[in-house]
Nanobody, 115 residues
Framework: QVQLVESGGGLVQAGGSLRLSCAASGSTASINVIGWYRQAPGKQRELVAGFSNGRINYDDSVKGRATISRDNAKNTVYLQMNSLKPEDTAVYYC??????????WGQGTQVTVSS
């Protein structure tokens, strides 16, 4: 089992920045994919950024504005978002997948960008 707890969301003005954190616990050694998704009202959940098989992937909508990083000692993954836009408004979820294919989600953290 893996538990994921997100933090760092909030209300920010357009052009501002936020750093989201995802603290993982439990069987963290079994995680081989971890990253961030988001879901805006009325839209499907989409990948924002993630680590997978040694690579980092970013959605085109956040390239150049987002940086995903990890602190393995703290079992924490971060998402730094800069130059935020109103269309970045969504609930951001941390997602992890283990080597046997089990998927886990955090509870989500709301990011609201005002224009």
């Amino acid at each position: 089992q893996v538990q994921l707890v997100e933090s760092g969301g909030g209300l920010v003005q357009a052009g501002g920045s936020l750093r989201l954190s995802c603290a993982a616990s439990g069987s963290t050694a079994s995680i081989n994919v971890i990253g961030w998704y988001r879901q805006a009202p009325g839209k499907q959940r989409e990948l924002v950024a993630g680590f997978s098989n040694g690579r980092i992937n970013y959605d085109d909508s956040v390239k150049g504005r987002a940086t995903i990083s990890r602190d393995n000692a703290k079992n924490t993954v971060y998402l730094q978002m800069n130059s935020l836009k109103p269309e970045d408004t969504a609930v951001y979820y941390c997602h992890a997948q283990t080597i046997v294919g089990n998927a886990y989600w955090g509870q989500g953290t709301q990011v609201t960008v005002s224009s």
